[in-house]
């Protein structure tokens, strides 16, 4: 699997920020574990992250509240690829794969209390209030999934 980076959003609402040079979605594989990861941007402007397990896994079509992982947030999601519409493949927690290898993805958000997500906060400056929290940007959410994938590696061994 090759490393595809999509720059989709518009993001010319949202104000200076790092978001402005970020990808909106990556995929990758990671080399220490195998493992496919992605970071995917959602809709108020925060990235988050997957790690893609195949069938062998003990984690493999589990819920999320039944994986132990300790990442940013906790794990939010557990599925199969969300299919882009068409063969639009910027946007979804999917990436493309040369074997067609079908994963179950477990991943975490960066949309918690005191996360800052751009989207919203320039709603919040748009009727001016105040916006806090961090951003957590593609260098912390990368080294998250990095961290995840290793968790998952260790719990299938």
């Not at 809709?43 to 997957?50: E, F, R």
């Not at 990442?71 to 299919?83: K, P």
């Not at 960066?110 to 929290?133: I, K, N, V």
């Not at 990368?142 to 299938?156: N, T």
């Amino acid at each position: 699997m090759k490393t595809i980076e999509y720059r989709t959003v518009d993001k010319s609402t949202w104000g200076a920020g790092p978001w402005q040079n970020e990808p909106d979605k990556k995929q990758w594989l990671d080399e220490e574990t195998g493992y496919p990861c992605l970071i995917v941007r959602n809709p108020v402007g925060a990235l988050c992250g997957y790690v893609g397990v195949s069938r062998a896994h003990p984690a493999f079509e589990q819920d999320y509240n039944d994986v132990a992982a300790d990442v940013h947030g906790d794990l939010t999601f557990s599925g199969f690829c969300h299919e882009p519409e068409g063969d639009d493949h910027s946007q979804g927690i999917c990436h493309l794969t040369e074997d067609g290898e079908r994963v179950w993805w477990l991943g975490f958000d960066c949309a918690h209390a005191f996360d800052l997500c751009p989207s919203m906060a320039a709603y919040m400056r748009f009727m001016e209030l105040s916006a806090y929290g961090a951003y957590r940007d593609l260098s912390y959410v990368a080294s998250e999934v990095q961290s995840l994938a290793r968790q998952l590696k260790d719990a299938a061994a």
